[in-house]
């Protein structure tokens, strides 16, 4: 059950060219899965709205974001 409240919202912020790293941060493995998606996983537990704000890699990041998130 979701106890978030109505209004409540997660951003991730994702939008970085990662340029020094030379790869998508949001892209890097964490435990098994991609980085984007471990932030909403986490922010599931306490928000109602999840969105992931993408840049540079936006096609990329999209492709491994729950289709649940904007």
Known sequence: MH???PFALGIV???G??????????????????LVNAHV???????RHIVVVTGAHDIAIQQVVASTVR
Do not use: I
């Open 3 to 5: 106890h978030a409240p």
């Open 13 to 15: 912020l994702a939008a």
């Open 17 to 34: 060219a990662s340029r020094r790293m030379g790869r998508p941060k949001a892209l890097l493995d964490h435990e098994g899965e991609p």
């Open 41 to 47: 996983r986490t922010f599931r537990n306490v928000c």
